[in-house]
């Protein structure tokens, strides 16, 4: 891996931007939750969640010109965009016209006082917090000054893994859920044949190839707990877990479960099998 001494890594520069990026996440949460409050649904975060970190590339990528290498600059706000305006599209069309969504719905049911400052706490500041932890890891790259060596071009590699089985996985879920006879039914063909997480999997390899681009050159690496932050969550947090739970008590669901790898893709289980 391409190593430079942290002398040749702009730091003034690039503590300078943080505040900017803090801001501009912070600005698109504040419309985002004027807009959760004149719909009465506040899940509209989940449709923002996405844009939130191509502001953050969008931000870093304008204030690192003159500063950073520009071969990763352009790189990481490619993935980043092409990643994040996918999953904003994806889950605004799922869920337009729908209710709040059930996990809101039943987490804003206790809260104590204003409906609306209990989700400005619960919803949208952790997860500002989360959004620019997480972006650090693009952030630090788009400063970072050594030239994209053989690491960043297999992140690329895995990002587009990561995100073929995200968009794919959307794409399955989306058709069998149009269909009304297998209403009440479990997917268990094409990807979610070998995860039961494909969407997740997949969001989780498009950090780690992007991480990977960034890590490419010193001192991108000490960024690691920026992606591994995003796996947690949605493979032992709020992702993987808040789903099976909801799915628990479908027929069929336990045999998949026997069956189907939890999150990285595997060949099927024979029946009884562990």
Known sequence: MPGLPLSDFPLGP???????????????????FVVGVRQRRHSVMDTVWGLGFVVAAAISWFLSAGHGDGGRRLLLLAL???????????????????????????????????????????????????????????????????????????????????????????????????????????????????????????DAAVWAGIFLVAADSWPGVLTILSPALMIWLLAGKSGKPLTEKAMSSRPGYKEYVEATSGFLPLPPRRRGGR
Do not use: C
């Open 14 to 32: 690039f503590l300078a931007s943080l505040p900017w990026v803090a801001a501009g996440i912070a600005a698109l949460l504040a419309v985002t």
């Open 80 to 202: 980043v965009a092409v990643w994040g305006v996918r999953l904003a599209v994806h889950i605004g069309l799922r869920a337009r016209g729908a209710h709040e969504d059930p996990r809101y719905a039943d987490m804003l049911s206790s809260a104590p006082g204003s409906r609306n400052t209990y989700a400005l706490r619960k919803v949208y500041l952790p997860q500002g917090v989360i959004l620019f932890f997480v972006s650090l890891t693009v952030q630090v790259g788009m400063f970072s000054t050594g030239t994209l060596g053989w690491l960043a071009w297999l992140g690329v590699l895995l990002w587009g893994v990561g995100f073929v089985f995200e968009t794919v996985g959307d794409w399955q879920l989306a058709q069998f859920k149009a269909d009304p006879s297998r209403r009440g039914t479990v997917l268990n063909t094409g990807l979610w044949r070998y995860t039961r997480h494909p969407n997740y999997f997949g």
